[in-house]
């Protein structure tokens, strides 16, 4: 570390311990204040405390950089980062320059400020980076927006920082794999991990699926979900498992999926959901009038009715409150609703559409 320039003598540096690895970060780093005396500020522990977002650190962490000032002037300056490690990529072989085996692997590194890509070189390192834990880090080299840990690096625990739940979100997006085609997709091994960007033309609706549980009797219920995604190289169905089944999304929009799986049974290929899924809609479904022909009801409750449909653009299945269909069709909702109904279609109407929900009806 640099020294800061002060009046009069300095104290004499303490001479590293003989059993100190000299790789290892040292607990406490003294400073010195060009205004006082030496000050010494920890760098492990759980009294480290950080401050809140979008202020300042204290003139002590002027050592550190925060990840949103090194994305804006895109150097290191000799200085430092610190976060946390919200993902970590499995190892990944390859041959350096000396034509030796080596393994490598992602981080994504989160402070109070943002987010940013960590690429680490050595087999040794991947046991020493957990996530969740918050790392100091030095001697790095800044290049193709990313960071990049080699062996000249200096590592650390410290104590945690205050990282926006917004930052986290984000960091799950920047792991993710570049956005491939539907034509892509369909060439990838089974297993291949990737995201998809494309227009919901089906949604098949949520449903709970019992799936065993390891130690457990009582079979647990997931949501699950599928949806149809077409771009302009095919379409492909989409399975979505757990939470990331009850995103809001409509027929029409355009979303983007990160972090899917291919999936091949017998022949027919789709993509399936893995923990690390998120789904982002980029633009959503306008809403439009259409005509369109009510053929069945696929299911019915007091508050709103799915009906199969089919538009201009092929079948679809809608949803629509069962209020508007007792005004529209004038039959009360009673125990006789959904056999009264039935004997009303098949009927063509013109209806106001917005995704796969159904605003308005009329001749």
């Not at 311990?17 to 010494?40: F, H, W, Y």
């Not at 009582?218 to 949501?223: L, N, P, Q, R, S």
Request: glycine share 6%; hydrophobic share 35%.
């Amino acid at each position: 570390m640099e020294d800061s320039p002060t009046a009069g003598k300095r104290k004499k540096p303490l001479e590293p311990s003989t059993n100190m690895n000299p790789n290892q970060l040292p607990n406490k780093i003294v400073l010195a204040s060009p205004d006082g005396p030496q000050k010494e500020i920890s760098t492990l522990g759980p009294n480290s405390e950080s401050p809140p977002p979008g202020e300042s650190r204290s003139p002590l962490d002027s050592r550190i950089m925060t990840i949103r000032d090194l994305k804006q002037c895109g150097e290191l300056e000799n200085k430092g980062i610190q976060g946390k490690v919200v993902l970590k990529s499995p190892e990944i072989p390859y041959t350096n320059s000396l034509r030796k085996n080596n393994v490598m692997f992602h981080l994504v590194l989160a402070d109070e400020t943002g987010c940013i890509k960590v690429i680490v070189y050595g087999k040794k390192k991947y046991k020493e980076f957990k996530v969740g834990r918050f790392y100091l880090l030095w001697g790095l080299i800044f290049e193709d927006k990313a960071v990049k840990v080699t062996s000249r690096c200096t590592i650390g625990l410290c104590g945690p920082l205050n990282v926006p739940h917004e930052v986290e979100e984000e960091a799950e997006l920047l792991f993710a794999p570049p956005v491939s085609s539907i034509r892509e997709a369909k060439d990838c091994d089974p297993g291949s991990l990737l995201t998809i960007q494309g227009t919901v033309i089906w949604d098949r609706g949520m449903e709970k699926i019992p799936v065993d549980e390891e130690g457990k009797t009582k079979k647990k219920k997931i949501e699950k979900r599928v949806l149809s995604l077409e771009d302009e190289t095919g379409s492909i169905d989409v399975q979505l498992w757990g939470n990331v089944a009850k995103s809001s999304v409509k027929v029409r929009d355009c979303v983007k999926i990160t972090n899917v799986k291919v999936n091949v049974y017998f022949s027919n290929i789709s993509l399936k959901s893995t923990r690390r899924t998120a789904l982002k809609t980029v633009t959503t479904a306008a809403q439009e009038t259409t005509v369109l022909t009510i053929q069945a009801i696929e299911k019915s409750t007091k508050k709103q009715v799915n009906l199969m449909a089919v538009t201009s653009g092929g079948q679809q299945t809608f949803t629509v409150a069962t209020t508007c269909l007792t005004k529209f069709f004038e039959v009360p909702y009673d125990n006789s609703f959904k056999e009264n109904l039935l004997k009303k279609i098949p009927t063509t109407v013109e209806a106001v559409v917005h995704g796969s929900e159904i605003l308005s009806i009329k001749k």
